[in-house]
């Protein structure tokens, strides 16, 4: 998978797990796209691919305020 691939993967499954606004009223696309290239760089976090990642990435996620 190319990098483009991935990271396309990474924010397609990041606005379908969470939506196009997260609980906060960010936007969901423009903080995928914005560390979607981090995981791509790790490669453990490559290997496992873009939908593992977005799992780890919920995982750090604090509740809505």
Excluded: T
């Excluded at 990041?14 to 995928?32: S, T």
């Excluded at 290239?37 to 790790?42: K, L, S, V």
Aim: proline fraction near 5%.
């Amino acid at each position: 998978m190319s990098r483009e691939e991935f990271i396309r993967q990474f924010i397609e499954a990041m606005v379908e797990k969470v939506g196009e606004e997260d609980a906060n009223g960010y936007l969901v696309r423009d903080y995928a796209a914005e560390v979607a290239p981090a995981y791509w760089d790790d490669l453990d976090s490559r290997e496992c691919g873009p939908e593992a990642c977005v799992e780890e990435d919920l995982e750090h996620w604090e509740p809505a305020e």
